[in-house]
């Protein structure tokens, strides 16, 4: 039923109890009378009530003053002001729309399903987006309104997937608000035997222990992104991408230096500062049994108390090697296992970060892409003022250019705490 007929069926219900009124003449009103008023006044409200909602549903009476088009702008429903061009967004429909559509586009069947994209006022129903539907039977064609097709834009912007960035997450971090002087034992004391004394006087060894100490301190790691207003004005999910991007490329950059960093006005690595687990370079051949034996090999080098919290770092090309290996070795015992969603080595949790070493390809000696401890003892990250990025918003440095400056930034610190809690595996290829 369209508009124009619920209308009609209101105003019905009306002159039926205009007309029980005019029967009266000043008597009281009979039972029937009173049942068939009360009737028709109740049809009239509830007609009001879907014919409002007939009304909500209608774009074009949503959007024209008078409900229909004209020489007049039509109305942005947002602001409530008139405007000269507008776009109505396709509406999603359910599947059970999409079914009873192409079934009465096929037949002529109108089954109940149509009534979701029924338009009431004029009697049509919606185009729901099938796949590999045109916009237009023309689209494209610049003498046949290819021009007047609108081309919509999805209202987001797909990222790229993060790659593995693991230290922080096993690492000992810590807010800082200056430099930090941070102590540790280089080395034990020596005790010895003392002899009795009896006629003589024999001293205890003097001994004492060595200690060391490092800063950790803080170094600015940022980024900024320069962006028109125009830009962000028309592109409403600009702002959330380029500052979600600002914190993407922090994280990549800090990986990097907790890995590989120098430590001189940068973080310092991992690599080059802890155990030398294995010692000498393990040779990798074509079936990878003494690369999957040094995983066993490592594990001996590790001290016990650091066992609790052990964990692996490698990149996934690493781990896919290892099960390789595995798979050629037909162990008994299944070195590499998944549990929850999570990877284990020899009952050891795996941690993953694209900045590791590679496994070497070519003659090469001292290669370290295989670590394993307890991170947590071993490496400690200082983060200034907090570990979140830092993001400022600047529309006045440029603004005589009509630009905005999207500023992120982190001031971050890693260092080894105590090298002997990570211990790696130098490997070298045969």
Known sequence: MNLAELKKQQQDALKVAEALLGTNDGHTMTEAENAGYDMSMAKYKDLSSTIKRCEAASTIHAVWPDGRPGLTAPIDLRTGRQVTAFTVAQKPMSDAYVDSFMSYLRGGIKGDGLAEGFDPLFQGFALPALPGASAALYE???????????????????????????????????????????????????????????????????????????????????????????????????????????????????????VTGSGSGQPQGLIGNVGTGTGSAVAVESTGAYLLQSTLDVIGTLKASYFGKASWLMTRATATAIRKAQMQSNLFAQAWTRENGRDFLWGFPVTFSQNMPAIPTATTDGVTPILFGDFNAGYIIGDRGGSGVFVKILDQPLATAGQTILLGYRRVDGRVRRAEAIQGISISHS
Do not use: C
């Not at 997450?169 to 102590?183: E, F, G, N, W």
């Not at 020596?190 to 001293?203: C, D, L, P, R, V």
């Not at 600009?238 to 490329?249: C, E, N, R, V």
């Open 140 to 258: 494209g064609s610049n003498s046949a309104g290819g021009y007047a097709v609108s081309v919509p834009t999805e209202n987001q912007i797909v990222p790229l997937a993060m790659p593995d960035l693991g230290v922080r997450s096993i690492a000992s971090v810590l807010a800082t608000a200056t430099d930090i002087k941070i102590p540790g034992q280089s080395s034990f004391s020596t005790a010895g035997i003392k002899a009795e004394s009896g006629g003589s006087t024999n001293t205890f060894t003097e001994s004492n222990p060595a200690l060391a100490q490092f800063t950790l301190s803080a170094y600015m790691m940022g980024l900024s992104h320069t962006v028109s207003w125009e830009l962000l004005q028309d592109v409403a999910v600009l702002q959330q991408f380029a500052i979600g991007d600002l914190l993407s490329a922090i994280d990549i950059l800090e990986d990097g230096y907790f």
